[in-house]
């Protein structure tokens, strides 16, 4: 069974930058699609970010575009979430994630692995 381990969260003040790491177990973590999602107060997955099988094939959410960048390294089997002009919005649980599907997907019901997670705070 796949497992996805979080790293790299903490405190930050606002404007400064944060690099999540998510290393896969997975022998095969080239041959799949990863997401970054952020918990809401409300218990949601909300999508931030994803890379697809290629590096090149990135989706941000509209709110980190040009704030955040995805980037995944298959030598390494860890895809990264870099953070930069943080804001206390950006403030939560982040999740990396698998997805078998072929085409970006934003939904978490796609999403078949899950990490556990690291929490981000963004102080003023």
């Known amino acids: 069974q796949i497992q996805l381990v979080e790293s790299g969260g903490g405190t930050v003040q606002a404007g400064g930058s944060l690099r999540l790491s998510c290393v896969s177990s997975?022998?095969?973590?080239?041959?799949?699609?990863m997401g970054w999602f952020r918990q809401t107060p409300k218990n949601e997955r909300e999508f931030i970010a994803s890379?697809?099988?290629?590096?090149?094939?990135?989706h941000y959410d509209d709110s980190v575009e040009g704030r955040f960048k995805v980037i995944r390294d298959n030598a390494k089997n860890t895809v990264y979430l870099q953070m930069d002009h943080l804001s206390p919005e950006d403030s939560g649980v982040y999740f990396c994630?698998?997805?078998?599907?072929?085409?970006?997907?934003?939904?978490?019901?796609?999403?078949?692995?899950w990490g556990r997670g690291t929490q981000v705070t963004v102080s003023t």
């Open positions: 890379v697809g099988r290629s590096r090149g094939d990135t």
């Open positions: 997975a022998r095969t973590f080239g041959s799949y699609a």
């Open positions: 994630a698998r997805t078998r599907r072929t085409l970006f997907t934003s939904k978490p019901d796609l999403y078949d692995a």
